[in-house]
Structure formats: C-alpha cells, structure tokens
C-alpha cells in the first residue's frame, strides 16, 4: 500500500532531550516535507526537500533539523526540544513538485514537549 | 511577503445548500493554490488546485474553486453540502519563483459545519 508513515505516533518528552521524528514514503517521491499543525496558527512549514541530499527552509525552521541521505527517509530531528515546539507534525510526500503532483500527508505525530 | 487569509474561522451550512469557504492571497509573481481538507482521525487529504487556465478548477468530492486574479482570491465551493463534507479547510499558496520551489503557505484553517 502506498503510503507516508511516520513514528512515533504519540511522544512526550521533556525539555533538554534529543529525538527524531521518522518519515517514510515507499512511492519513489522525490518531494517531502514536515509541517506542524497549532491551534489557531494552521499549518507552517518547517523544512522541505526536492530530492536527496537538498533541503531548504521553510516558515519555521528553528530547533529542527532534517536530513534526505535517501529519497525514501526523511528525518526530523529536535536537538534540544523546548515547550513550544509542543505540536502535531506531519511529514507529506509528491511524486515531483507541489505544481505537477498531488502531496499525501502521514498520519500525524503528536509531540509533547514538558 | 507571502500570506494565506481565511477570513472565516467557521463556516455553518444545512445540508443540502451551497456552501463556500473563502480564500485570500499575497504572493509575489503568480501564484499556485490548493485546497486541503481534514476530516477528524483521516490526516490530511489534497482537494484540489490551480496551477493555470481556466479559473474554475474542480476536485474531490464535488468541490470545485474559483480563481479571481483582480481580487486574489480563491474560494472553495460545493453546489450542495453534505454532512460528510463537516472538516478542517485549508488554503495554500506556493509562490512560482524557481528559487522558492518547494514553500508552500497555508491559512489558518475554516471548520466547515454541515447541519443535517
């Protein structure tokens, strides 16, 4: 089946302590993405990337990292997380550009930062 | 600067009437724009978008949205709502310079109430 997935679902952590936020795609899609979701505030783009090993900012790239060592993977990686990067996340994948193909979403990471 | 407004948090419609949920945009050059919709427990699904030609685009579900250049504007419509149809909207734009391929701006959201 094809599909983005996205692990852990469900994370609570406190302030100060490394983690990595998986994504998956097994469609050969050369666009990924992560967004977090905050009441209020919609969606905002964090990190994007066009295919392996290219990557670019988006609205709120600070305390996140990513990394596209392979098209399939794409990593979110929180250094030293801090409360307000308390949200739900998702990763999103296309075949090509936003432009010329359809994005699909993952199922959504729910983070808790104490 | 680039920006998505929808001006309505929430949008309440009876079943069975046209239902729109309005859409505003600032972006530089031409803009790309699409519809999302969440249902509750689904994630997030692609409606629809505009890319060029004709200003009436149409997508999933029987929704179809109208892009008006003079007015920036890009309104999500459905000739009859459906309870099924209650969701979180979102609108996007993503600017067409080359160096910006790939950002893609949402609004904040419109949660569509369909009463039966």
């Known amino acids: 089946e094809a599909q983005v997935t996205q692990n852990p679902r469900y994370l609570i952590t406190v302030t100060g302590k490394k983690l990595t936020v998986t994504c998956s795609q097994n469609?050969?899609?050369?666009?990924m993405s992560w967004y977090r979701q905050d009441p209020g505030l919609g969606l905002r783009q964090i990190y994007y990337?066009?295919?392996?090993?290219?990557?670019d900012k988006g609205d709120v790239p600070e305390g996140y990292k990513v990394s596209r060592k392979e098209k399939r993977n794409f990593p979110l990686i929180l250094e030293s997380p801090s409360p307000n990067q308390t949200s739900l996340y998702f990763c999103a994948s296309s075949l090509g550009g936003l432009f010329t193909d359809t994005q699909y979403f993952g199922p959504g990471t729910r983070l808790t930062v104490l | 600067a680039q920006s998505v407004a929808q001006p309505e948090d929430q949008v309440n419609v009876a079943e069975g009437n046209p239902l729109t949920v309005k859409c505003t945009y600032s972006?530089?050059?031409?803009?790309?724009l699409f519809w999302y919709v969440q249902y509750p427990n689904r994630g997030l699904q692609f409606l629809l978008k505009?890319?060029?030609?004709?200003?009436l685009v149409k997508g999933s579900y029987g929704f179809e949205a109208e892009f008006n250049k003079s007015q920036t504007s890009f309104h999500l419509k459905k000739p009859s709502a459906l309870v099924s149809d209650s969701a979180l909207y979102f609108c996007a734009v993503s600017p067409d310079r080359g160096s910006t391929l790939g950002r893609l701006y949402f609004g904040r959201g419109t949660q569509l109430t369909v009463w039966p």
């Open positions: 990337s066009m295919n392996v090993e290219v990557t």
């Open positions: 469609m050969n899609h050369e666009y």
């Open positions: 972006v530089s050059g031409n803009p790309y």
């Open positions: 505009y890319i060029t030609g004709d200003n």
